[in-house]
């Protein structure tokens, strides 16, 4: 949540530069910074409701609220796109020399390393969300993992992701501009970063639009899963075992094979301890377990 509670002024400093210098660029920075203030609102929002406990009504919780939310913010985040391409087609179309060079590099170095900062914090988020635990770099991990954090988290490593690398382009754009009079880089830049703002809301899109629909857990989640129930002594074999992701947390529902001999009462007890063992697991929401005698078929491979 500390993520999203962030609120970014960027947007204010870099629409005062763009107005003042005319660079594509900094109008470019605007843009990206004005989604990203407006979408840190709809995820924040929609992250407290997707909290909230489930009802009479709502059995299953709230938790899919949060894709809602951020299929709005891609929403924007297209809009500004569409804004931002056209701009920097304008300028290619009718070059112009921007002034105020050092402001638009003070507002850009300023904006690299908040972002920066923001985006470390959204990977080691990303890190301590999925559990990850395998040796290598924060970025790489970060990167093999971001599918499996929250909604709200992904949105934030993808945005922040973008609005890093966005500033180096458009410090390189306007430096061409400046030093080289090579004009055309702003509009070049310009186009270039509205191009990540729509794969932003693509691959936002494509991740909300399946959690909406709802997935299977990935195979690693499936395969731990899988190992606390057959490393029970009393269970057999597993008979069907269906696993969904909602967000960062999974729902588990199956039928496990118990060993035979066992009287009602201790098959009972049996079900209830192997689903608490899979709920002291902070990754699964529910479990639902049903139990049957072994049938002297092996059905799971």
Request: charged share 20%.
């Amino acid at each position: 949540m500390s993520l999203i509670e962030k609120i970014k002024k960027g947007n204010t400093s870099s629409g005062v530069a763009a107005s003042i210098s005319g660079s594509g660029t900094m109008f470019a920075s605007a843009m990206h910074s004005l989604a990203d203030s407006i979408n840190q609102g709809f995820v924040f929002f929609g992250s407290v409701l997707a909290e909230l406990p489930p009802s009479k009504r709502f059995p299953t919780g709230f938790g899919r609220v949060i894709n809602i939310f951020c299929m709005i913010a891609v929403v924007v985040v297209t809009i500004m796109a569409y804004e931002t391409i056209k701009e920097g087609w304008h300028l290619l179309q009718h070059p112009t020399e921007a002034t105020n060079f050092f402001l638009n590099l003070i507002i850009l170095l300023i904006a690299f390393f908040v972002d920066g900062f923001i985006l470390i914090k959204a990977m080691k988020e990303i890190k301590s969300e999925t559990g990850a635990t395998e040796q290598g770099g924060l970025f790489t991990t970060a990167f093999k993992q971001v599918r499996k954090a929250a909604p709200a988290t992904r949105l934030v490593f993808y945005e922040d992701l973008v609005a890093t690398f966005s500033a180096v382009l458009a410090i390189v754009g306007i430096v061409l501009a400046q030093f080289f009079n090579v004009l055309k880089a702003d509009g070049i830049a310009s186009i270039i970063i509205g191009l990540l703002m729509l794969y932003v809301a693509y691959r936002v899109g494509f991740d909300n639009m399946v959690g909406l629909i709802g997935v299977a857990a990935p195979a690693d989640v499936e395969e731990k899963i899988t190992k606390v129930l057959l490393d029970d002594e009393d269970v057999v074999d597993i008979q069907r075992l269906r696993i969904m992701q909602e967000g960062r947390l999974y729902h588990v529902e199956g039928t496990i094979e118990l060993r035979k001999g066992l009287s009602l009462n201790e098959a009972d007890d049996i079900k209830l301890r192997i689903k608490n063992t899979l709920l002291h697991r902070p990754e699964i929401a529910d479990v639902v377990l049903g139990i049957i005698e072994d049938d002297n078929t092996i059905n799971w491979k």
